[in-house]
């Protein structure tokens, strides 16, 4: 039977944290087995937001490395760069045509845009689930693992997919949001959404010496105020991130911390050793990939080519039923 195909994306934000991979890499390298899995690092949806893009071919390159260091596999699926396959903005440009201004505009992400960048309300911000749309049905995926975040996006993309098919006859079918039933990742802060530009993210790609010196800035169960006042660890997040990666259930750190048998420093140490032997085998992957800038260039440049060619036929597809040819 054939597999359904999956395609996802995100904006090439350089070098990936833990959360990015507990939320979403993990679980796409999983989903390769299952499916026909494209991913996407979508450079042109990065330019609604960036005005100096000094750093983007630096930061495409950053997380592809972490991409395959963590176990995405360019024989099983297609890695590629957006703007590597211009067909998108093509198809971009058609379906704007057919997309009412008034369904864009009420866009959660767009009004918090607006909010977050004022001075930068540009006409590609608004066609951002557009452009998104366009990703997804140009090869005509079906299944789109996302964060919750991106659900309204998908509301849209299937909307834009029943009009295009009602006006122009069949041609695309509707895509489905995946949510990752991984829970939001908050950052050593305790309180954020662990994010690059919080600053309170572990990335792979630091050494342990780094993740030590990191993790020792982290917040920890805040009621706890000397090292003698007994912990609560349901309400400390140092406890909590180490659950991602090792089962605590056994090792007794929650016993010894509710009775302040064991300090906050040395559950930090605990949690940095923890992620340190997680990641060991995805840094040496990606410290090797590093060696070979030619390797990557080549499986950029093989997933353009693998996405292209299915780009072409829906682009000739969506043409002869628009009439365009
Ligand atoms: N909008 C997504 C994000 O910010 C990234 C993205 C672009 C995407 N195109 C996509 C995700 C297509 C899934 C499918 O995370």
Request: hydrophobic share 35%; glycine share 6%.
């Amino acid at each position: 039977m054939k597999k359904s195909r999956i395609f996802s994306g995100a904006r090439p934000t350089g070098r990936q944290h833990i959360g990015n991979y507990l939320g979403a890499l993990q679980n796409w390298v999983k989903l390769q087995d299952e499916y026909d899995c494209i991913y996407c690092i979508v450079d042109i949806h990065a330019l609604t937001s960036l005005e100096d893009t000094g750093n983007l071919q630096k930061n495409i390159r950053e997380m592809i490395l972490d991409w395959l260091a963590v176990g995405l596999d360019p024989k099983k699926s297609i890695l590629f760069v957006q703007s590597h396959v211009p067909e998108v903005m093509e198809l971009h440009t058609l379906l704007s045509m057919i997309t009412p201004l008034s369904w864009l505009l009420r866009v959660p992400t767009f009004k918090d845009k607006i909010k977050l960048q004022p001075e930068n309300v540009n006409y590609g911000l608004v066609g951002y689930p557009v452009l998104m749309t366009s990703d997804i049905v140009l090869y005509k995926a079906t299944v789109v693992p996302v964060g919750e975040d991106q659900l309204p996006h998908l509301e849209l993309a299937r909307e834009i997919t029943r009009r295009f098919n009602g006006l122009f006859g069949y041609t695309f079918p509707e895509p489905n949001g995946k949510l990752t039933n991984y829970p939001l990742i908050i950052g050593l802060d305790g309180k954020d959404k662990m994010s690059k530009q919080a600053g309170n993210d572990i990335e792979l790609a630091m050494t342990e010496e780094e993740t030590i010196k990191k993790i020792k800035t982290a917040y920890t169960d805040p009621a706890r105020r000397y090292r003698s006042d007994p912990g609560h660890p349901d309400k400390c997040n140092v406890y909590k991130l180490m659950g991602y990666f090792e089962s605590t259930g056994g090792n007794g750190i929650a016993e010894k911390c509710r009775k302040a048998e064991i300090g906050c420093v040395d559950c930090k140490m605990i949690l940095a050793e923890v992620i340190n032997k997680a990641l060991r085998p995805i840094r040496q992957r990606r410290d090797e990939l590093a060696t070979d800038p030619r390797y990557i260039d080549e499986v950029l440049a093989d997933g353009a080519d693998r996405a292209r060619v299915i780009a072409r036929k829906t682009l000739t597809e969506v043409k002869k039923n628009m009439r365009l040819i």
